[in-house]
C-alpha cells in the first residue's frame, strides 16, 4: 500500500551570516490513508518545522517528500493546515469565515459553498452561521477553523498544536470532538503536540523525535482495548498508562 505522505532521509538546515543551524537530519516516514499520527519531541527539535516541510511552506536541504495523491488524480494535493490560534477574522461572521479558504484558493463555487454550510449544520454550529467569533467560546472556535480548513477538501490535515491556547476542560472535550470529526471525514491527520496523554488518545501511531537535529527515535503503534474509541474515551483503556510511561521515557532519555 502506497502511503499519502513518504519522508526520504529528509534534512533541513537554518542559514544565517555567521552559522548554520541543522534543525532536522536524514529523518524518514510514512504516513498512510486515512491514518491519524501524532509527533512528539524535546521543545525546539523541529517539530513544527517539519509540518512546514510536509505542506511545501520550506523546501528541505536534502532528500525527499512525496504526497502520493498526486500521483493518482493528476493535481496536487490539497494540504490544510490548522494552527495554534484559529486566526478568526473578528469582522467577518461565523459562515464567512468558513469560506476564507476558499475564497483564497479561488474555489468559492456554489456547490462549495453549500458544502461548507453543511459541515456547520453537521457540526453543531448550524445557529451560530450569522454570530461573529467575538461571540462564540474559545472551544466552537476551534471547530469554525477546522471547518474552514475541511471546506477546502484536503486530503492530508496537518495540526500544529491546535488545542494549547485552550484550558485543560475544554482542551479535553475540543480534542475529542475534532478527533472525532476528523475521523468521521477519514482524512489523513498529523498532529504536533508537547502533550502525551493527548497524542496517545487521538492517534493510530505516535512518532517520537529525537533533540535537534531531529530524526525518528522511536515509533509506537497505539492499540487500544476499548470499544468505539474516541479520543476521551481512550484514556481510560488500561494499556493508557503504558503507553504514556514508555513515551515520557523516551523523550527524558533524549533531556539526559
Avoid at 494549547?164 to 470529526?181: C, N, P
Amino acid at each position: 500500500m502506497t502511503p499519502v505522505v513518504e519522508l526520504n532521509q529528509v534534512s533541513m538546515n537554518y542559514h544565517t551570516l555567521y552559522e548554520e543551524t541543522k534543525a532536522i537530519e536524514n529523518l524518514s516516514l510514512s504516513v498512510h490513508s486515512g491514518e491519524f499520527i501524532s509527533i512528539v519531541g524535546p521543545s525546539g527539535c523541529g517539530k513544527s518545522t517539519l509540518l512546514s516541510l510536509i505542506s511545501g511552506l520550506l523546501k528541505p536541504t536534502s532528500g525527499k517528500i512525496t504526497l502520493h495523491c498526486a500521483s493518482t488524480n493528476g493535481r496536487s494535493c490539497t494540504v490544510g493546515y490548522m494552527l495554534q490560534k484559529d486566526h478568526l477574522f473578528e469582522w467577518r461572521n461565523i459562515l464567512s469565515n468558513a469560506y476564507l479558504g476558499l475564497e483564497i484558493q479561488n474555489k468559492l463555487t456554489k456547490e462549495n459553498k453549500k458544502y461548507a454550510e453543511e459541515l456547520l449544520d453537521l457540526y453543531g454550529l448550524k445557529d451560530f452561521k450569522t454570530y461573529f467569533p467575538s461571540q462564540l467560546s474559545g472551544g466552537m472556535r476551534q471547530r469554525v477553523a477546522l471547518i474552514r480548513t475541511l471546506a477546502i477538501k484536503p486530503e492530508i490535515l496537518l495540526l500544529d498544536e491546535p488545542f494549547s491556547a485552550l484550558d485543560y476542560q475544554t482542551r479535553l472535550s475540543v480534542a475529542d470532538e475534532i478527533g472525532m470529526i476528523i475521523k468521521k471525514e477519514n482524512k489523513t491527520a498529523i498532529l504536533v503536540t508537547h502533550d502525551i496523554s493527548e497524542a496517545i488518545s487521538m492517534s493510530d501511531r505516535v512518532i517520537v523525535l529525537t533533540k535537534r537535529p531531529a530524526t525518528v527515535k522511536t515509533i509506537f503503534p497505539i492499540q487500544l482495548s476499548i470499544e468505539n474509541r474516541t479520543p476521551l474515551k481512550s484514556r481510560e483503556a488500561p494499556e493508557f498508562r503504558y503507553y504514556f510511561q514508555a513515551i515520557w521515557k523516551e523523550l527524558n532519555e533524549d533531556e539526559k
